[in-house]
Nanobody, 123 residues
């Protein structure tokens, strides 16, 4: 229903910044929530940040608060994740996801997924 494509990942040193982008196509009007998840080697998928369209609200996992910022450009069907003060613990594959629900932090509530972009932070 909704197709997602991430970009912007790469290699960065600790303390640096990266900006991830996710462009949606298809029935984008069904995407009440746009979010970001990540999965590090040997670990389960983790919620990172999300933005709900109706309320214009954002929410984050505690470990990235004050460092990451999610924003949304509905005119271009694009969501961004600005990542500042990167830490080695941020190393993971980052996935963009869309949901018709609002306020969820659970991966199973998101019905559309991108293929992921690798973020590697060196110490």
């Amino acid at each position: 229903q909704v197709q997602l494509a991430e970009s912007g990942g790469g290699l960065e040193q600790a303390g640096g910044s990266l900006r991830l982008s996710c462009t949606a196509s298809g029935r984008t009007f069904s995407s009440e929530t746009m979010g970001w998840f990540r999965q590090a080697p040997g670990k389960e998928r983790e919620f990172v940040a999300a933005h709900t369209r109706s309320a214009g609200s954002t929410y984050y996992v505690d470990s990235v608060k004050g460092r990451f910022t999610i924003s949304r450009d509905d005119a271009r069907n694009t969501v961004f994740l600005q990542m500042n003060s990167l830490e080695p613990e941020d190393t993971a594959v980052y996935y963009c996801a869309a949901s018709f629900r609002g306020g969820s932090r659970n991966w199973w509530d998101f019905n559309s997924w991108g293929h992921g972009t690798q973020v590697t932070v060196s110490s």
